[in-house]
């Protein structure tokens, strides 16, 4: 015979599984309506326009789907190098820069900033292969962009002596995070570089044009 313990209990795992249903159901309609989106409006080809960009989108999706270096979005929206999460949404993104709504509808007003990030870089790309190199990229993105190893491009240029400077106390080697996701601008001021930014940035395309002779 069936206690009404029971027949609660019972009650409460249906209640419990129809909640699952409903919550997992959901989401998934919600990955599909996106990927149909991604799908009508050119995400998957590159013909994407800037207008399509919803508060949803990760900052790492938008930098993919318009060829845009996330690290250029980052500094040019002024995030700092600390602050940067690649899978963080225009929406959440918008309220950590406490930019509220668009004076020209009804969405974040850091989807304005993104459309105008995006064309801007389009106007002047960096070329593949690095032929330029900027203040706002890391050596991540020097690195994946010119073949060279983080590694080697820190080796070459002292980096971890000069971090043993600034911090004698940490141990050669192992600050390879640290230089990885820093802008170069600021990686060049905390290490105090000779010649600083500038000085850095030229070091990096002496670097990259003698391993480009190496490998022809």
Request: charged residues 25%; aromatic residues 8%.
């Amino acid at each position: 015979m069936t206690t009404p313990k029971q027949k609660l209990l019972k009650f409460t795992l249906i209640l419990i599984g129809l909640g699952l249903v409903f919550y997992f159901g959901g989401r998934t309609l919600e990955s599909y309506r996106q990927l149909r989106f991604i799908q009508e409006q050119g995400f998957d080809t590159g013909d994407a326009d800037v207008d399509a960009i919803h508060p949803w989108m990760t900052i790492h999706f938008i930098a993919a789907a318009y060829a845009v270096p996330q690290e250029y979005i980052y500094a040019e929206l002024g995030v700092n190098a600390t602050e940067r999460r690649r899978n963080i949404d225009v929406k959440h993104l918008n309220e950590e820069l406490g930019l509220g709504r668009s004076e020209t509808g009804d969405y974040p007003a850091v989807i304005d900033r993104l459309r105008q990030i995006i064309l801007a870089y389009h106007k002047d790309p960096v070329a593949t292969g690095l032929s330029d190199v900027r203040r706002w990229m890391t050596l991540e993105y020097i690195a994946n962009s010119s073949g060279i190893p983080i590694t080697t491009i820190v080796d070459e240029l002292g980096l971890d002596a000069l971090a043993s400077q600034e911090s004698p106390s940490s141990e050669s080697g192992s600050d390879d995070e640290v230089y990885i996701h820093k802008p170069l601008d600021v990686l060049a001021n905390e290490l105090r570089y000779p010649r600083g930014p500038r000085g850095l940035i030229e070091d990096i395309q002496a670097l990259i044009a003698r391993h480009a002779q190496e490998v022809q």
